[in-house]
């Protein structure tokens, strides 16, 4: 008959409670943003977070990408994202968060006195609890008030002011900035799958 030694069972009890901590932490919500903000004095911000946890920011002043994520996941965490062309999208994004912000305050009826007080900004969140159960949202935002919105789930976009019903309303009827979510909503579901793989792996899982 072949004995059980009491510590081996404990050792084991533990194994499978940290599986099982970690397996339901995988399946829990989590979110991915691309937050792009932009100042009418010409300041502006793009960086990429996790669950709310910085993975990199734009220095654009030295035109570079400063990685802040923490070296105990990746040991070169540029080996993430390379294939994103991080920077040159930050410009891209950079420029149309200008755009956006003066045409923004061209259509507020009572814009700010003080003129850095205009803000802008955009998020793309990617929300998930595994790879292939997410949402994509693209928000834009005028001095922190959600304006226009797009849901993957509705597959539409959504205005919040009269002004952007409007605009929203012309979106979805336009076939080119449907497909042009369809291929953001791609790129997200692509981010999950690094993400889980770098941070949740869900592999390690057995139910």
């Known amino acids: 008959m072949m004995k059980i030694c009491s510590q081996d069972v404990k050792r ?17 919500p989590h979110d991915i943003i691309y937050v792009v903000g932009c100042f009418e004095n010409g300041t502006s911000e793009v960086q990429y977070e996790f669950d709310s946890e ?3 920011y734009m220095d654009f002043d030295k035109s570079d990408i400063v990685y802040t994520v923490p070296g105990i996941f990746v040991d070169d965490p540029s080996t993430m994202f390379d294939h994103m062309n991080v920077f040159t999208n930050a410009n891209k994004g950079k420029n149309l968060c200008v755009a956006m912000l003066q ?30 159960d997410f949402v994509y949202l693209g928000q834009l935002f005028f001095n922190k008030v959600l304006q226009l919105q797009y849901n993957s789930t ?4 959504t205005g919040y002011t009269e002004k952007t019903k409007d605009i929203a309303e012309g979106l979805n009827k336009n076939p080119k900035f449907i497909k042009e979510e369809k291929k953001h909503e791609l790129k997200c579901k ?12 869900p592999g390690d899982c057995v139910y």
């Open 12 to 28: 084991s009890a533990l194994i499978l409670l940290m599986i099982n901590s970690f397996c339901a932490f995988s399946q829990i």
């Open 54 to 56: 910085e993975m990199l």
């Open 103 to 132: 045409y923004l305050k061209n259509e507020e009826n009572n814009p700010p006195e003080e003129k850095d007080a205009l803000f802008g900004h955009a998020l793309l969140h990617c929300q998930f609890t595994s790879p292939d």
């Open 154 to 157: 509705l597959g539409k976009y």
């Open 190 to 201: 692509n981010h999950i799958a690094m993400f889980f793989d770098v941070f949740l792996k």
